[in-house]
């Protein structure tokens, strides 16, 4: 069993930053990939980021050059770095764990960028 933990998540201005962060708790495997998933009202859910046990990373084009996907192994953390923030990137984003065994995710942080 794995339980994920999120935080960091709340209202900006155009152009703000945040980070999101997102502990893993339980039965976690040595090798799996974590991510950040979000989803707006009305909108299908979408990758944004994910990095793997191993340290490859995904992005979703619409957030390259803005956010940053990184992970403390000895922690069970992994982190969104969200800079430049648009309007367009208002949404619940939810952390994932996937590993041969599990696929879980977390109950979702609101992320709201507004004036």
């Known amino acids: 069993q794995v339980q994920l933990v999120e935080s960091g998540g709340g209202l900006v201005q155009p152009g703000g930053s945040l980070r999101l962060s997102c502990a893993a708790s339980?039965?976690?495997?040595?090798?799996?990939?974590m991510g950040w998933y979000r989803q707006a009202p009305g909108k299908q859910r979408e990758l944004v980021a994910t990095i793997s046990s191993s340290g490859v990373t995904t992005y979703a084009v619409s957030v390259k050059g803005r956010f940053t996907i990184s992970r403390d192994n000895a922690k069970n953390t992994v982190y969104l770095q969200m800079n430049s923030l648009k309007p367009e990137d208002t949404a619940i984003y939810y952390c994932n764990y996937r590993s041969w065994s599990y696929n879980v995710w977390g109950q979702g942080t609101q992320v709201t960028v507004s004036s």
């Open positions: 339980g039965s976690i495997s040595s090798i799996n990939t």
